[in-house]
Each structure stands twice: as C-alpha cells, then as structure tokens.
C-alpha cells in the first residue's frame, strides 16, 4: 500500500483553507463594492434625508440580524467541521433555532418602530427592512453551513447576482418615478428571493435533509454554546452602528445620519483591505498558537499590518476624503466629505480592535474578547452622548474614533499579555510611525496634496528606520504563503 507523505495532508487543508475564505472575501468585497455604487446612485436620485432613512434602517436591521443569527455562523464551523456524521440533526436544530430568534428580533424591531418613528412614511420605510431580518438570517445560515462543509466556492456567485439584481431593480424603479419606498421594497424582495435559492441548494447540492423533530438533549447545549457566541457578534455589529443608530435617536435630522452613514459606508468598505488578510490568517493563526509554534509571532505580523495599512489609507482619506465625497455623491453631501477626512483615522485602530477581539477569541482569551468589546461600545455611547451638544457629526465622528483607539490600546495590550512577547515595540513602533505621519496631515502647515506625500513619505521612511518589519516578519509570511497554496 502506497505511504502518503506527511505533508499531504497539511498541504491539503491549506489549500482548502484558502479555497474557502478565498470565496468569503471576494463575497465581501463584492458586497461591500455593489452596495457602495448602488448607495451612490441612490444619492443622486434621493436626498440626504432619504438616504439618512437607509442607512438607518440598514444599521438597525444589521444589528437584529447579529442576534437572529444566534452565534450559528460559529457553531456550525466547530461542530459541521468536526463531524458530518450527524449533519443532518445538527442543522435541523440550529435552523429552528435561527427561524424561533428571528421572528422574536422582527417582532421587537417592528415595536421599536412603531414606539419611536413618528414620521409615518420612514417608520413603514424601516418596517421594511426589519420584515428582511427573516430572509437574510435564513440565507446568512445557509452560508453558515457551506463554510462549514468547506464549500463556500458558490458564495460570490449568489452575491454578484442577487446585488447586481437588487441595483438594477432598484434603479430601474427610480427611474420609473419610484422613491424610498420603493427601494426597501426591492431589498426585501432580494433577500427572499436569495433565502429561496439557497434552501434550495442546501438541499439539493450539499445533501443536507432538513427536518423539525426536535431534541431536547440536543437543543439545550445547542443554545448554550451559541448564547456567548451571540454576544461577542452583538457587539461587534453594535460598536459598527452606534454612530447611526444614536443620531438617529438623539437628534431629528435624518440628513445628518446620512453624511455620517455615507462617510462610515466608505470606511466600511475601505477596511476590508487590512481585515481580509486577517480573517484569512485566523484559524491557521490560532492552530499555530495551541500548537506552542509561529503563532505568536503570525499575531504580531498581521496586527502591525493593519496598523501600517490603516495608516497609509488615513492619509489618503484625510487628503482626498472630502474631493471624492462631492464627486461621487454631489454637492449636498459636502458635509460628509468632511467626515470622511477625519474618520479615516479611525482605519488602523479599527482593524485592530476587532483583529484583536476575533484572535482573542481564537487563543482562548474569550473573556478578554469581551471586556473589550464592553468598553469599545459603552465608550462610544458615552462619548456620543456627551458630545452632541458641540455638533452631531462631531460627536458621532470622535466617539467612533476615539472609542477605537481605545479599543486598539487594550486590544494590543490583550494580545502581549496573552501571549507572553517580550517588549512592547511591536505595537509601539507601527503606532509611532502612523502618528508621524498624522502630525503631518494635521499641522496644516502644507496643502493637502503636499501634505499627503510628505506624510506618506514620513510613514514609510519610520517604518524603515524603526524597522518595524524584519527579516523573520518576511520568512512567517512566506511559510505561511507556501503552506496555504501547496
């Protein structure tokens, strides 16, 4: 009988590692890239009052989908990519749990609705898409399952059709005379249609057989493992929304929650870059850890990156944020160029407060993941509160700011606490080269093309000189390369 090699099956898995969240970031960016051109769009036709009711409904609906979704995307990857033995019981019951949760999350979103919209036209706007917590966590569970299983390869596939149709549709409508209504129409029609494909699919190509004989022995730990699963996502979606969410609620003018909304969108979007590469890195990140080998230092790499990215992107944004606002979204959305140009700072901190939660989570440090995630959210409320007398973009601007940074100082003092590193320059030397170069953007002293190069020009010289990225850092990143492709 013919031996296999030993590295076969390493090699395997790593190839399937990166099949698998290849398909999840290129969903990503296709999600985040359709709907930032569609919000574009939708600028143009609408206003900045129409497009503040979006958003919101959006921010809200996202938030009560987190908690629809009961911590299933999780515990499907840990028991599905354990053992399909049981498959078929195992997603019967934790369907039935998503359906039971989500229609308690609709009921409440509509209650909350009602109790505090009192413009009729945008409480029947958001009603909408509270109506699309049902379909969306149903087919975002369908996605569980296909991760989990490891064939995720039709993920962007559904994406790009079913956003591309959204858009279409939705244009088409405003074109034809169609409004705001009109619009939370088509995305909840959209995510129907994606829920009925996917179950579809479930059934047919993954072979899974569904069923709603349920266990209690089964059900009780179910909902146990996923309840802390649950809160970890819940603040994380919250920390992302407080800023719309709370001038939403704190303050009439729904245009102001669209050039906030607008600016978060573009940062959204941007920080996928610094957060693909992270995500992709997880799970060999956390085996390299339990396995006492390059965890530590693939941590490190990856948390200074972001730092970096975040920093060379900030720079950009603060130059350029406000010129690429008006050009894409027109004049009238002045005031969210303006936020961009500050909130681009937020990038780097951002990326690593919610690296910093996932990766704890992923070396044991599950109690930590939640302290941070507390303090990130209660001090973004509390900032925001107190700072809405001064300005609401304002204070929604520095509350998700300085809320981050916040977030990213505990996070890396987490990380080197659990990880026992030596010295504190790994973090200190990426942070002080990022602040180099935001004095430069910040002095004024220069305009701000100038001061842009200037100040890129400050960031890659101080990561040079600090040397904040070494030769080991390259050979992590080249083991890591070789093991993920084969």
């Avoid at 979704?69 to 990519?81: A, D, E, I, K, N």
């Avoid at 609620?249 to 610094?274: E, N």
């Avoid at 050979?475 to 390369?481: A, C, E, K, P």
């Amino acid at each position: 009988m013919q031996s296999k090699s030993p590295h076969s099956r390493p090699t395997l898995f790593g190839l399937t590692l990166a099949r698998n969240f290849g398909a999840l970031s290129l969903s990503q960016v296709i999600a985040r890239a359709i709907g930032f051109l569609y919000m574009i769009a939708l600028a143009r036709f609408l206003g900045p009052d129409d497009v503040g009711i979006i958003v919101y409904g959006v921010a809200l609906y996202i938030v009560l989908t987190s908690v629809a979704m009961f911590g299933q995307g999780v515990f499907l990857s840990t028991r599905l990519g354990r053992s399909r033995c049981n498959a078929d019981t195992v997603v019967s019951h934790s369907l039935a749990v998503v359906l039971a949760v989500a229609l308690l999350a609709m009921i409440a979103g509509a209650v909350f609705v009602r109790l505090s919209e009192p413009d009729p036209k945008a409480a029947l706007a958001v009603g909408l898409f509270v109506a699309t917590i049902g379909p969306r966590v149903v087919a975002g569970w369908v996605r569980h399952c296909s991760v989990a299983l490891e064939q995720a390869a039709w993920i962007p596939k559904y994406e790009l059709a079913f956003r591309v149709s959204e858009a279409v549709a939705g244009l088409s409508l405003l074109l034809l005379g169609g409004g705001l209504l009109a619009i939370c129409a088509v995305h909840l029609a959209a995510w129907v249609l994606e829920c009925c494909f996917a179950v579809r699919r479930l059934s047919r190509v993954e072979g899974l057989k569904l069923h709603f004989r349920l266990d209690r022995r089964f059900l009780k730990p179910l909902l146990r493992a996923s309840l802390y699963f649950t809160l970890s996502l819940l603040l994380l979606n919250l920390h992302a929304q407080i800023g719309v969410l709370g001038l939403r609620l704190l303050q009439p003018d729904s245009a102001v929650v669209g050039y906030f909304g607008i600016a978060l969108q573009f940062i959204t979007t941007v920080i996928l870059l610094p957060l693909t590469l992270g995500q992709a890195a997880l799970p060999a990140l956390s085996r390299g850890y339990r396995r006492g080998g390059q965890g530590a230092a693939e941590l490190v790499l990856v948390l200074k990156l972001a730092l970096i990215t975040g920093g060379f992107l900030a720079v950009l944004a603060h130059a350029y944020g406000a010129s690429i606002i008006t050009t894409l979204f027109g004049q009238r959305f002045a005031e969210a160029g303006a936020v961009l140009a500050t909130l681009g700072w937020v990038l780097g901190p951002y990326a690593v407060t919610v690296l910093a939660i996932q990766l704890l989570n992923g070396i044991g440090g599950r109690g930590l993941a939640t302290i941070l995630a507390v303090v990130m959210a209660l001090g973004q409320i509390v900032i925001l509160v107190v700072c809405l007398p001064f300005g609401a973009l304002m204070a929604a601007t520095a509350a998700l700011l300085v809320a981050n940074c916040l977030g990213c100082l505990l996070g890396v003092l987490f990380i080197h606490r659990r990880l026992g590193i030596e010295g504190h320059g790994w973090w200190l030397r990426p942070a002080l080269a990022v602040g180099a170069a935001g004095a430069v953007m910040w002095s004024g002293v220069l305009p701000d093309g100038l001061a842009a190069a200037v100040a890129l020009a400050v960031l890659l010289l101080s990561t040079w000189l600090l040397r904040i990225f070494q030769s080991r850092d390259f050979d992590v990143f080249r083991t890591r390369l070789q093991a993920s492709t084969g």
